[in-house]
């Protein structure tokens, strides 16, 4: 079993910047593709982020230049640190860890919520 608990969420005015950090603990691996999603008030979740085992990293476009997702190994943790935020980036945001060769995400957060006033 993974845990994964996220942190760093609050409230920010617009322009403003964030960094969400994701810590996981119990049997975690580097080769776990870590990611971030989020969901907004009658919205579905949303994908936002990804890094995989190489370091690669994967954005929507609706944060990609914005967003930068990071990760310590040596900590066991992701990071998420947002710049630039605007209000339709209020939401839930989640971290994820996904198995490599699972096509689906195992692992959730309990998620930490990001409201962004204008």
């Known amino acids: 079993q993974v845990q994964l608990v996220e942190s760093g969420g609050g409230l920010v005015q617009a322009g403003e910047s964030l960094r969400l950090s994701c810590a996981a603990s119990g049997r975690t691996s580097s080769s776990y593709t870590m990611s971030w999603f989020r969901q907004a008030p009658g919205k579905e979740r949303e994908f936002i982020a990804r890094i995989i085992w190489s370091g690669n990293t994967y954005y929507a476009d609706s944060v990609k230049g914005r967003f930068t997702i990071s990760r310590d190994y040596a900590k066991n943790t992701v990071y998420l640190q947002m710049n630039s935020l605007n209000p339709e980036d209020t939401a839930v945001y989640y971290c994820?860890?996904?198995?490599?060769?699972?096509?689906?995400?195992?692992?959730w957060g309990q998620g930490t919520q990001v409201t962004v006033s204008s």
């Open positions: 994820a860890a996904r198995p490599m060769g699972h096509s689906a995400y195992d692992y």
